[in-house]
């Protein structure tokens, strides 16, 4: 069993957060888990969680977002906590993972500017050499952007945007959410049996699940 610390940013797709953190406990680790001001706002939006202003609810609303059993394995900390234990080194945190990573966020780990708890997780992970993943989902993209990403890419982090394949031929959200989070827990080195592992192309290609693909309003005509 392992401990691993996920940060909730403003970012958009919390969903994402969900099912990392749910996952994380499912194959028998412990999760950390603290979410900025900005993360609390979206939460609420996204999923009806109130986490309070500034997280100072999020663990009495664990149980009801994620269900008494995951909640019992995840501990809570408010961002302004500088003294909790993801805050050092000493800690031994296996990886840390923000799900999702708005690009203020990001832009502060490159610069290596900590102004809060999910930041200074980050930054202990990249002075440790453990592994740091981040899941942003801004889209477009600017060079700003860009070159943030490829900076703190250099410095040994995963960038795992929010950007679900289609080739697995997902029949729900859920199906989409969960290829990601698969993606996820294997670049954070978890075994998990989220989703199915590709075997080859056995089966015949499906029917245009999408009016526009062929045919459709807007699609080609033949």
């Keep these: 069993m392992s401990r691993f610390f996920v940060g909730i940013t ?15 406990v499912r194959a028998g680790h412990e999760v950390d888990l603290s ?10 939006h996204e999923l009806g969680v109130e986490a309070g202003e500034r997280g100072e609810r999020l663990a009495s609303s664990l149980p009801g977002w994620l ?14 906590d500088i003294g909790a234990p ?7 945190t296996r990886a840390v993972a923000i799900v999702p990573c708005s690009m203020g ?36 993209l600017s060079e700003l952007h860009l070159e943030n990403l490829l900076r703190l890419a250099r410095m040994g982090a995963v960038i795992l945007p929010c950007a679900p394949g ?3 031929r997902p029949k729900t959200l859920d199906d989409l959410v969960a290829h990601l989070v698969g993606k996820a827990l294997d670049r954070l080195g978890v075994e998990h049996a989220v989703v199915e592992r590709w075997t080859g192309e056995d089966e015949p290609p499906p029917e245009p699940g999408i009016e526009m693909l062929k ?4 699609g ?3």
């Design 215 to 218: 045919g459709g309003p807007g």
């Design 220 to 222: 080609d005509q033949e």
């Design 166 to 168: 289609f080739y697995h």
């Design 105 to 140: 966020t990001l832009a502060r780990i490159t610069a290596g500017f900590s102004s809060n708890l999910v930041e200074r997780a980050a930054d202990v992970a990249l002075k440790e050499g453990r592994t740091l993943m981040v899941m942003p989902r801004e889209t477009p």
């Design 10 to 24: 403003g970012a958009s797709g919390h969903v994402y957060a969900q099912g990392v953190v749910a996952e994380l």
């Design 35 to 44: 979410i900025t001001s900005a993360g609390c706002r979206v939460l609420r």
């Design 67 to 80: 269900g008494e059993e995951i909640a019992a394995a995840v501990r809570v900390f408010h961002s302004d």
């Design 86 to 92: 993801p805050a050092s080194g000493t800690a031994l």
